[in-house]
């Protein structure tokens, strides 16, 4: 797979434009804005909700303890973080890591949709209610999506639990998630 010269450049400059964005409240607290982090030249993106404490710092996506806990269930089913591209809704840290507001997220999330268009992956990984809402356009409990998978512009979604949710009731969903992320191998292996 080979992304086109054009995408890759508007992508690049997205990542510049969201370094330097003012267009809510978020930037204010900001020390980093969070583009993103991966590769562009992927079939698989995975988009979670907000930076926390950790990414504003290091400008990169979960690289705190969800971000490990991510990376291990992706490991364990032979992907590695960096063939994907990862990153959020809303690209800059809410204060005190509250939820994003509804303003926030419309007004950050023509670049995740322009960045989702560039990249152009057959399959995107939406972790918790925010990545969900937005990308497919629902409001709708976890409860009653988590491990579905849709198909939405002929790219396969699919959805489930935010990885600080399961560090926060592990013993409870780890077995769940593990199989979730197994539902995500089968379909790379038969659609890929
Ligand atoms: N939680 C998220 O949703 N995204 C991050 O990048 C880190 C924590």
């Known amino acids: 797979m080979n992304i086109k010269k054009e995408n890759f450049l508007e992508l690049k400059k997205i990542e510049k434009q969201i370094k330097e964005c003012s267009k809510c409240r978020?930037?204010?607290?900001?020390?980093?804005?969070?583009?993103g982090n991966g590769v562009y030249?992927?079939?698989?993106?995975?988009?979670?909700?907000?930076?926390?404490?950790?990414?504003?710092?290091e400008g990169l996506p979960?690289?705190?303890?969800?971000?490990?806990?991510?990376?291990?269930?992706?490991?364990?089913i032979g992907i590695s973080r960096n063939?994907?591209?990862?990153?959020?809704?809303?690209?800059?840290?809410p204060p005190e890591n509250r939820d994003p507001l509804d303003d926030e997220i419309q007004t950050c999330k023509p670049y995740l949709f322009r960045q989702i268009e560039l990249v152009n992956p057959k399959l995107i990984i939406?972790?918790?209610?925010?990545?969900?809402?937005?990308?497919?356009?629902?409001n709708i409990k976890i409860s009653h999506i988590k491990g579905r998978t849709f198909v939405?512009?002929?790219?396969?979604?699919?959805?489930?639990?935010?990885?600080?949710?399961?560090?926060?009731?592990?013993?409870?969903?780890?077995?769940?998630?593990?199989?979730?992320f197994e539902k995500i191998k089968k379909i790379i292996n038969e659609f890929f």
């Open 41 to 57: 030249n992927t079939k698989i993106m995975l988009v979670g909700e907000a930076p926390g404490r950790n990414e504003d710092i």
């Open 62 to 76: 979960f690289v705190g303890q969800a971000g490990k806990l991510l990376e291990q269930m992706l490991n364990n």
């Open 83 to 93: 063939d994907i591209f990862i990153t959020n809704v809303v690209k800059c840290r």
């Open 152 to 180: 939405k512009d002929g790219r396969y979604i699919f959805c489930t639990y935010h990885p600080a949710f399961i560090l926060r009731n592990y013993s409870s969903y780890i077995e769940e998630y593990t199989y979730h």
């Open 26 to 35: 978020l930037h204010q607290f900001r020390k980093n804005a969070v583009p």
């Open 126 to 138: 939406l972790v918790g209610k925010y990545s969900i809402s937005t990308i497919l356009n629902i």
